[in-house]
């Protein structure tokens, strides 16, 4: 088994965009998953065995990037964004009465808290951006 492992390498937990989706995905662990969308924004991304939170997608992200984050200040200064700052700029946006339901606002938050622990910087930007 050491052997498949240094002949793959261990994985790297990374921000993903998928252009045919239009969705950036984080996954922090290679492990068998199940997605539970939240809404149509957001799907937490749970350990299969345990239901634990392991990542989240969010859809639509190209749209919102052009829309928000790439004029933002801190996105023109730096070819890196943090994860961290999406969900938080996506949560400003969609503002507080989207969150009016206790799920979803834990959904969220569950999302941001992933992001912020493991520092997850998007370098995966859309093409068109």
């Not at 998928?18 to 950036?24: G, V």
């Not at 068998?32 to 939170?53: G, N, S």
Request: aromatic share 12%.
């Amino acid at each position: 088994m050491g052997m498949l492992t240094a002949t793959f390498g261990e994985y790297t937990p990374r921000a993903l965009y998928y252009e045919d989706a239009d969705a950036l995905e984080y996954v922090r662990v290679d492990a068998p998953v199940v997605y539970r969308r939240i809404d149509e924004f957001l799907t937490l991304i749970l350990d299969l065995e345990t239901r634990e939170p392991v990542g989240f997608k969010i859809k639509g992200f190209r749209n919102f990037y052009l829309r928000t984050i790439k004029s933002s200040p801190r996105t023109i200064e730096s070819p890196f964004l943090r994860l961290i700052t999406v969900l938080e700029d996506l949560m400003t946006e969609l503002g507080e009465g989207f969150f009016s339901e206790a799920p979803r606002r834990d959904a969220y938050q569950t999302a941001a808290d992933i992001a912020a622990q493991d520092q997850v910087i998007v370098s995966d930007f859309p093409k068109a951006a």
